[in-house]
């Protein structure tokens, strides 16, 4: 069966422009099951440390689910913190994910992590932004990242089944983002 490998290589600044070679085994034990030549062309330019075109990627919760399901499969993204200890393995998977994504300048985000919104009959919705705040604050001031960038783009937190709720009361809820 074929499988797919992600192989990252960092080219230092001030790498000598021009050709390399090299090769890439994969190995089992001492053994290489595969080899691969590589053939490498390092041109004469740097990407600048400022970022003027932001690359967007969604993580999407049920794709994390199938892929960590030790990690998300009980957990609701409405309810993901920092605090509580069975959250711990859902969280730093995700801080490693948009990390990942940080280090190859792309943003990564997940639509359905947001606030826990209530909406009490009659009364403008009732949201609890503190979970999700201290969920992505991290991305969002760069604290998470070596390069101490932040993200520039998260959307505003759309709640499961808004569109269930009368046009003023989703205006609401968008006026408390």
């Not at 034990?29 to 691969?36: F, K, M, T």
């Not at 390092?42 to 960590?68: A, C, I, K, N």
């Not at 998470?144 to 960038?149: I, K, M, S, T």
């Amino acid at each position: 069966e074929a499988a797919r490998i992600w192989i990252d290589l960092h080219v230092p600044s001030g790498t000598t422009p021009g050709e390399y070679t090299a090769r890439c085994d994969l190995l089992d034990g001492r053994a290489p099951l595969a080899s691969v030549d590589l053939r490498l062309t390092v041109y004469d330019f740097g990407l600048p440390t400022e970022r003027h075109l932001q690359l967007l990627s969604p993580l999407d919760w049920s794709r994390l689910v199938q892929l960590y399901p030790d990690a998300f499969s009980t957990v609701r993204p409405t309810q993901l913190n920092r605090v509580e200890p069975r959250f711990t393995m859902a969280v730093r998977t995700l801080d490693k994910l948009v990390a990942l994504a940080e280090q190859n300048r792309c943003e990564a985000f997940v639509p359905q992590l947001g606030p826990t919104v209530k909406w009490p009959v009659g009364q403008l919705p009732d949201v609890d932004w503190e979970n999700f705040i201290a969920v992505i604050s991290p991305w969002m001031k760069g604290e998470a990242f070596a390069d101490r960038q932040p993200l520039g783009f998260w959307p505003i937190p759309r709640p499961e089944r808004l569109n269930r709720y009368d046009r003023q009361s989703q205006l609401d809820y968008y006026q408390n983002a």
